[in-house]
């Protein structure tokens, strides 16, 4: 089991078998595989023989997805603005279309993150009127969950030592908990913040810190005075990185990705679009195409102190690090490098899928 990490202690694997731009979510299955999302199909990974393959299940009917989750021997597969999800059987490749509840305004379901607790998984709906979406297993109709405190923009959510789930919100930030066993909200932790977007978050004796995703900074909260506290700055933001997101956490410290895109995302919860503007993609702050970064941004919560976890040189290319997970005590990063030539502007294109992971494969 991973206590401390280091640059050092890492492994990286580039499968040049799979070709693929900026992968998206991913989970790990019973058998110890990893299935990330990929435009419209999947990528599977065995991390001890740092094998890759893309596989596209029939069920998916060329679909675009993100939100992952295991549960049990399957995976349930959420896909965009959509009614339904894919629930699929990685050991014997069946896949079957399965329905989400209904919704009242006839509107769909836009899900772009889940979290696997108390064997359950709990899916985010982003849209008006979303909730939380309880699946107890694969194949069945999710329960919907409404938020008892408006109409937040639930994201994502971390769960917390003690089994609940701690989930930001967007817009006027506050801070959620929900316990998953009784499947109800217990408590909302309201903030002064004004944020556009909120993706990655750490837990540590009591203290949240959240993520302001396009300011540069993480914002604590003391969850058992019910008190926000002094924003955190992070350094280097606008100059190396204009966006903090999604990452893991190993004891006292946070790992966070990094992207050069320096502007505020945000999502029109009515039409479900993006708010981006024009000639977004080079709207970085090296102004070359937008791109995840080589490397984590690190924060200890003991210390205080920032650090980057970074991955080693490639030399045909520059590494696009982009998910991770910490599961069973292994750490797993994913993304692919972009072909580069040295001394040129870093592009965006396909290129040989990679994981950087806490152990080594076999091979």
């Given at each position: 089991m991973v206590k401390a990490?280091?640059?050092?202690?890492?492994f990286f694997c580039r499968m040049p078998k799979v070709q693929s731009g900026r992968p998206?979510?991913?989970?790990?299955?019973?058998?110890?595989?990893?299935?990330?999302?990929?435009?419209?199909?999947?990528i599977m990974y065995d991390p001890r023989t740092a094998e890759a393959a893309q596989v596209t299940p029939h069920a998916m009917a060329g679909r675009v997805g993100n939100a992952l989750a295991r549960l049990g021997d399957e995976m349930a597969f959420f896909h965009y603005q959509a009614n339904d999800y894919t629930a699929i059987n990685p050991r014997t490749g069946q896949s079957r279309r399965c329905s989400l509840p209904s919704r009242p305004d006839g509107d769909v379901h836009d899900i772009w993150f889940c979290v696997e607790v108390a064997g359950k998984v709990l899916a985010f709906d982003r849209g008006l009127n979303g909730g939380v979406l309880v699946l107890d297993r694969a194949g069945d109709t999710p329960r919907k969950i409404a938020c008892p405190y408006g109409d937040?923009?639930?994201?994502?959510?971390?769960?917390?030592?003690?089994?609940?789930?701690?989930?930001?919100?967007?817009g006027r930030m506050s801070l959620l908990m929900f316990d998953p066993a009784n499947e109800i909200f217990t408590q909302e932790i309201q903030s002064d913040y004004?944020?556009?977007?909120?993706?990655?978050?750490?837990?540590?004796?009591?203290?949240?810190?959240?993520?302001?995703?396009?300011?540069?900074?993480?914002?604590?909260?003391?969850?058992?005075?019910?008190r926000w506290l002094e924003p955190i700055p992070a350094p280097h933001y606008g100059r190396l990185y204009g966006y903090i997101g999604q990452g893991f956490q190993v004891g006292s410290r946070g790992y966070f990705n990094l992207d050069t895109w320096k502007g505020h995302e945000g999502i029109d919860r009515r039409t479900h679009r993006l708010r981006m503007p024009p000639g977004y993609r080079t709207h970085t702050v090296d102004g070359q195409p937008m791109r995840f970064l080589d490397r984590f941004l690190v924060f200890d919560a003991e210390t205080g102190k920032f650090d980057y976890l970074v991955s080693p040189p490639q030399p045909d290319g520059v590494a696009e690090l982009c998910y991770s997970k910490y599961q069973h005590g292994k750490v797993f990063i994913t993304g692919h490098v972009i072909p580069t030539t040295p001394?040129?502007?870093?592009?965006?294109?396909?290129?040989?899928?990679?994981?950087?992971q806490s152990f080594p494969a076999s091979r």
């Open positions: 990490l280091s640059s050092e202690q890492m998206l979510d991913f989970c790990v299955d019973a058998d110890g595989n990893l299935w990330e999302s990929y435009g419209r199909s999947l937040p923009e639930m994201v994502d959510g971390m769960v917390l030592p003690d089994g609940r789930v701690m989930i930001p919100t967007a004004e944020i556009s977007f909120t993706w990655g978050c750490m837990f540590h004796e009591g203290i949240a810190y959240v993520a302001d995703t396009s300011g540069g900074r993480l914002l604590p909260c003391d969850t058992r005075a019910a001394g040129e502007p870093v592009g965006y294109g396909q290129g040989d899928y990679c994981v950087w």
